[in-house]
């Protein structure tokens, strides 16, 4: 199995991931206006979500709306919801089973559950990662298609907005750290493999019932070596037989 370095360190990369992907989730800006309105009473900034569009003035006022719709948002938006989510569910399962495979953990059972633990967690970051980065991937390029489309109004395009970048940093975080995880499992192992990590107080108590085991069964062997060492007079020879 990987250091326990190794493991703390993908432990942190995977954490930082889920609260990056939930972020993105809720930030309001995956696209912003590439146009600034000229006008007081214009907007000078508008942001579009996968929840809610936030509109901002420039009297410093801002307003937000959200999609109450399902149906009808676009496929690429309906799509980054749900595997947004799905994304976030996962990773959180997946920091579940990584504080049992972690090395530096007590709980979890022995080695070889441990290493179960371990490889499942490190799936479930895979599988997040990938989740988050597809609705990033196409997202951007939605945005990006519609701005460079001509017949598209200058005041309809925009451009990628911060929460697209958090969403793509996220899926690298989740992605490397679910790598490490399932390195981790792999290679040829030595050793006893169900060895079960015990409080110092119970190993100290299974060492002693150990021990009195030991001795019963020396105890054991010591009695019935001492009922046969004596022989039976009767089949012993003796001198008085042959005067």
């Given at each position: 199995?990987?250091?326990?370095?190794?493991?703390?360190?993908?432990?942190?990369?995977?954490?930082?991931?889920?609260?990056?992907?939930?972020?993105?989730?809720?930030?309001?800006?995956?696209?912003?206006?590439?146009?600034?309105?000229?006008?007081i009473?214009?907007?000078?900034s508008?942001?579009q979500?996968?929840?809610?569009?936030?509109t901002?003035?420039?009297?410093?006022?801002f307003?937000?709306?959200?999609?109450?719709?399902?149906l009808?948002?676009?496929?690429?938006?309906?799509?980054a919801?749900?595997?947004?989510v799905?994304?976030?569910?996962?990773?959180?399962?997946?920091?579940?089973?990584?504080?049992?495979?972690?090395?530096?953990?007590?709980?979890?059972g022995?080695?070889?559950?441990?290493?179960?633990?371990?490889?499942?967690?490190?799936?479930?970051?895979?599988?997040?990662?990938?989740?988050?980065?597809?609705?990033?991937?196409?997202y951007t390029?939605e945005?990006?298609v519609?701005?460079?489309?001509?017949?598209?109004?200058?005041?309809?395009?925009?451009?990628?907005g911060?929460?697209?970048?958090?969403?793509?940093?996220s899926?690298?975080?989740?992605?490397?750290?679910?790598?490490?995880?399932?390195?981790?499992c792999?290679?040829k192992?030595?050793?006893?493999?169900?060895l079960?990590?015990?409080?110092?107080d119970?190993?100290?108590?299974?060492?002693?019932?150990?021990?009195?085991?030991?001795?019963?069964q020396?105890?054991?062997?010591q009695?019935?070596?001492?009922?046969?060492?004596?022989?039976?007079n009767?089949?012993?020879?003796?001198?008085?037989?042959?005067?």
């Open positions: 199995m990987a250091s326990t370095g190794t493991q703390i360190f993908a432990f942190v990369l995977a954490l930082l991931g889920i609260l990056g992907a939930t972020v993105a989730t809720l930030l309001p800006n995956w696209k912003v206006s590439a146009d600034v309105g000229s006008n009473i214009t907007a000078i508008q942001m979500g996968l929840w809610m569009d936030c901002w003035y420039s009297t410093g006022m307003s937000c709306t959200l999609k109450y719709s399902v009808a948002l676009p496929a690429y938006l309906q799509t919801r749900t595997t947004m799905l994304s976030c569910v996962l990773a959180a399962l997946g920091l579940c089973l990584a504080s049992l495979g972690l090395k530096c953990t007590r709980w979890g022995g080695r070889r559950a441990k290493r179960h633990a371990a490889m499942a967690a490190g799936t479930c970051f895979l599988a997040s990662g990938f989740l988050c980065l597809v609705p990033a991937s196409w390029n945005v990006i519609s701005f460079l489309d001509a017949n598209v109004p200058e005041s309809n395009k925009f451009e990628p911060g929460a697209v970048y958090v969403a793509f940093v899926s690298g975080f989740l992605l490397v750290g679910g790598s490490i995880f399932c390195l981790s792999s290679g192992r030595h050793g006893p493999q169900d079960i990590l015990l409080p110092p119970k190993l100290l108590l299974q060492q002693q019932q150990q021990l009195l085991q030991q001795q019963q020396q105890d054991q062997l009695h019935q070596y001492c009922s046969l060492s004596p022989l039976d009767k089949t012993g020879y003796s001198l008085q037989d042959y005067v």
